[in-house]
């Protein structure tokens, strides 16, 4: 049986707490008899570990090419189920990605075991630890063997120890973009002189522009094809480039529902845009577990040229699908993110998080009600919100996502016009 976000966090507080505190001990002595055969120099083999979030792969994705630049051979550490988000750029060579199997504690303990012998193998001697006060990610990082090792720390604050892991303590900013505060690690990891806190640099919008996906023409017209032939079997007269693809993705992944829009109001919204472009082939996306879910949300809205694309498409078409589209409205979710890597214009819909810190690089129009209550999750509470009423994404109107999405396909269409 998976283990539950919830389980998980529990593990973390309960169970991560205590280790801390009994690995920091051995982390500082390990260090003070190490610390004699250490050669200096910056980074050579640096791992980044981010667990649990696919779209945060994404947004790592201009950190990890400035410590390339650097002069550094990067790998990465991520759960199992999300290692497919590293593919859409291929910054990481798949030789240099360690997994850990969350679905079982068994997996995860052998896993994790696996991993720290095979940090030493490969002599990773820096670590940036991504999460944001993960304390299991913190004793993956301590005891790893890497001389540098770099993360966030509370410093003064309260809440969310995780011991004294960190030879390079970050702040956390929560007022800039967090691709931008994951560039501060990097920094961080390659500075001279030690500061405290790091990093006392200015970061540009310009460092943070990702990089694009090179489409397989093949996998393209393969994926083309697949589309055209499903309309048909549904009878729709429907042909790639002579009308308009619009993507809909109804669903958010289970580390925070409260992220979602109504399905009645991704019903009425596919309502809302076959009326006005009722020529166009509406596309409900999702993965294969979100079947019936987005089947639910089709036969609400009730749309002859809208077809449920959930389990359509794998992962590493994704892309080319997003090179097809026009345009895509979705939750604050993966997709925002995946998307970003193409020239896909999108509306994002936030709620419990704000864009400030989590919006789309691409071409992105994010709405939020601006609740005084929201953003309801930060680093400050493990992302997790008492909240059961998510007011912030039910104030959304239907009106309000098809106003942007306008805007947003007519920006596609000069696009493909020029």
């Known amino acids: 049986m998976a283990i539950s976000v919830n389980a998980m966090r529990t593990i973390d507080h309960w169970v991560g707490v205590p280790l801390c505190a009994l690995a920091s001990p051995i982390v500082a002595l390990f260090d003070l008899i190490a610390k004699p055969f250490r050669k200096s120099g910056p980074p050579k083999r640096l791992l980044f570990i981010e667990l649990s979030e696919m779209g945060s792969a994404i947004l790592v994705d201009p950190a990890m090419r400035k410590a390339q630049a650097n002069g550094a051979e990067i790998y990465f550490l991520i759960f199992k189920s999300n290692a497919a988000s590293l593919s859409l750029l291929n910054t990481v060579n798949p030789k240099h990605i360690f997994t850990i199997d969350s679905s079982s504690l068994w997996k995860l303990a052998l896993d994790t075991l696996g991993f ?4 030493r193998i490969h002599r990773i001697d820096t670590v940036i630890d991504l999460e944001l006060f993960s304390r299991f990610t913190a004793l993956l990082t301590g005891l790893c063997g890497a001389k540098r090792r770099v993360g966030y720390d509370i410093f003064h604050g309260e809440g969310l120890w995780r011991g004294t892991m960190l030879t390079r303590k970050v702040h956390y900013n929560p007022h800039i973009h ?40 093949s996998v393209k017209q393969n994926l083309q094809i697949r589309i055209e032939n499903l ?50 082939l509406i596309l409900i996306t999702g993965s294969p577990a979100e079947h019936t879910y987005v089947e639910g949300v089709r036969l609400a809205a009730n749309v002859k040229r809208a077809l449920n694309f959930a389990g359509h498409v794998r992962f590493s078409e994704l892309p080319a699908l997003y090179t097809l589209a026009h345009a895509m409205v979705t939750n604050d979710s993966g997709p925002g993110h995946f998307s970003s890597v193409t020239a896909l214009h999108t509306v994002v819909l936030f709620g419990p998080e704000t864009p400030a810190l989590y919006g789309s690089l691409g071409n992105s129009i994010p709405i939020t009600a601006n609740l005084a209550c929201s953003p309801c999750v930060s680093a400050a509470n493990h992302r997790k919100t008492p909240c059961q009423d998510n007011v912030c994404m039910k104030s959304i109107s239907v009106s309000q996502v098809m106003e942007q999405l306008a805007v947003q396909i007519t920006a596609a269409d000069r696009a493909r016009a020029s």
């Open 116 to 119: 720290l012998a095979k940090a």
């Open 178 to 217: 967090i691709a931008k505060n994951f560039i501060s690690l990097v920094y961080a990891a390659f500075a001279e002189r030690e500061e405290l806190p790091f990093s006392k640099i200015a970061i540009t919008d310009d460092e943070i522009r990702l990089a694009q996906a090179v489409i397989d023409p």
């Open 231 to 280: 309309a048909q079997q549904a009878l729709i007269p429907f042909k790639v480039g002579q009308q308009r693809i619009i993507l809909i993705n109804p669903n958010a992944s289970d580390l925070l529902p409260q992220r979602r829009w109504a399905p009645e109001r991704f019903s009425e919204l596919i309502m809302a845009v076959h009326q006005r472009y009722p020529e166009d």
